[in-house]
Structure formats: structure tokens, C-alpha cells
């Protein structure tokens, strides 16, 4: 090879290298940034935006069991959903399955026919308060959540609001199981009528033997106490997997979005 050419050669293999030197780095820039996450045996790469959504799923299916707070990789995913119109369309979505049962069920005129709700993020939305308290991504205190509820501003989710006056107009006895405590009362009153709400049977609060009980405990307990008054309890809403489970449970229970928070 005579000069020339070995030339030739040493300046195209640099051009070469100049490319994908660059291209490299281009997709380097271009890829988000990643966590391992293991899964079995497996380790997969994955963003925020998917771990973040694989999480919520996670915790709304009840696979991740008992966890504290939001991870801090997903408090703006959280906030995103939470106030978006996500998180509107799934409460939509399964209050209509809701209603479609409902209007299947052969209501009695012995009002015996109940439906149990819980309130807060079913019947109630604290999103105002968790707005300025992380969105759960922030430890829970008790005594700020407290002075939010003495306010009696929190709105209706709408979704549930609609399907609470299908409910009534199709002749279902209404029972609200909280696990406020029972000197919340008046507030809790207050704050559903200013909703919209009203009509219910009977408001259940923790009274002082209530105190201390797990949330699936209390509420099975006070689902029994309307079964043995011969109610058949058809449907069943919560935001939890503890408003639902548990015994006397109802022919269905519906399960409302909440990655906010995980109440055992």
C-alpha cells in the first residue's frame, strides 16, 4: 500500500469513529434517566414514569401489601394523576360498573336492600389537603388531617356523587362506614351535606371500643351488626382494600382509586 492510500484509509477510519462516537453520545442524551428494579429473578431498566405506574398498580391490586407513603420518585407522578383527569375517568369507570349492578339488583320495598360507602376519597375528596401535604409522598400526622376535617370543606368526588342519587332513586338504604372517630361526627354531618349528600340511614364513626381495631376488623364488625338487623348489604364502595374485605362482605364490593395512601 503505497503512502497515499494508507492515508486514505487512517482518515476514513477516523471519520468512522467520529460518527459513532457521536452517535453514541447522541443517545445518551436521549435516553431518560433509568433505576434498576428487580422483578423474580429478572433485572429490568426502567424510568420513573414506568416504575411509577407499574407502583400504582401495584398498590391499587393490594400486591404490594401494607407500604407508608408515596416513593419520592413518584410524588409528581402521583400529583400528576391525582389531579388530572386520569384519576377523574377511573372513579367514573368503576362507579358505572357499580351502577350496572345496582340496576340489576331486585330492590324490596322493605328497605332492607343496603349499600355501604365509606367517605374519605369515596364519598369525600381531601385532594385540597393533600395538595399542601405531598400527596402522600410526606409521613401522615394525624392532628393536621383533624384540623383539615373540622374545616367541613372537603368536596364531593363527583363520580360517587352521581351514583350515590342514582342509588337513592332506585330505592337502596344507604349506610356510611367511617373510620373518623365518633367525636367527628357533627363535622362529618356538616361537611356531606355541604357535598351534596343526604339521605343515609345511619352514619357508622369508631366509637371508644372501636379504637385501636385494624380498619378490615372494625368495618366487618359493623357490617355484621346491619346482616344480624336483616339487611342484605349488595354493594360495597371504598378506597380501600380494608373498607371491603374482611366478613359480612357484600354480594359486591367496588374498589375506588387512591395511590395516596394505604389504610391496613
Not at 339487611?231 to 374482611?246: E, F, P
Not at 362482605?249 to 387512591?258: C, G, Y
Request: aromatic share 14%; charged share 25%.
Amino acid at each position: 500500500m503505497d503512502s497515499r492510500s494508507f492515508l486514505l484509509s487512517i482518515s476514513l477510519i477516523l471519520f468512522i469513529i467520529t460518527l459513532i462516537s457521536h452517535a453514541s453520545a447522541q443517545s445518551i442524551i436521549q435516553i431518560p434517566s433509568h433505576k434498576t428494579q428487580i422483578t423474580g429473578d429478572r433485572k429490568i431498566r426502567v424510568d420513573d414514569g414506568m416504575y411509577c405506574d407499574s407502583w400504582r398498580f401495584s398498590v391499587e391490586t393490594n400486591d404490594a401489601g401494607i407500604w407508608e407513603y408515596v416513593p419520592s420518585r413518584c410524588a409528581k407522578y402521583v400529583q400528576d394523576y391525582m389531579t388530572g383527569d386520569r384519576y377523574l375517568s377511573d372513579s367514573e369507570v368503576v362507579s358505572s360498573y357499580a351502577l350496572n349492578f345496582a340496576k340489576n339488583v331486585n330492590v324490596s320495598d322493605d328497605g332492607k336492600d343496603a349499600w355501604v360507602f365509606d367517605i374519605d376519597e369515596t364519598l369525600l375528596s381531601n385532594l385540597p389537603y393533600y395538595e399542601k401535604n405531598g400527596f402522600g409522598s410526606e409521613p401522615f400526622i394525624e392532628e393536621s388531617f383533624d384540623e383539615w376535617v373540622d374545616l367541613a370543606e372537603a368536596p364531593a368526588l363527583p363520580a360517587s356523587l352521581n351514583f350515590y342519587k342514582e342509588l337513592k332513586q332506585l330505592g337502596f338504604t344507604i349506610f356510611l362506614l367511617t373510620g373518623r372517630s365518633e367525636d367527628q361526627r357533627n363535622v362529618t354531618d356538616k361537611n356531606l351535606l355541604f357535598a351534596g349528600y343526604s339521605g343515609w340511614e345511619k352514619l357508622f364513626l369508631r366509637g371508644l371500643s372501636d379504637q385501636g381495631k385494624p380498619a378490615d376488623l372494625y368495618k366487618s364488625e359493623k357490617r355484621s351488626e346491619l346482616v344480624k338487623e336483616g339487611y342484605k348489604i349488595h354493594g360495597n364502595s371504598g378506597d380501600q382494600w380494608s373498607d371491603l374485605v374482611g366478613f359480612a362482605v357484600a354480594e359486591r364490593s367496588f374498589k375506588l382509586p387512591n395511590p395516596m395512601y394505604y389504610i391496613p
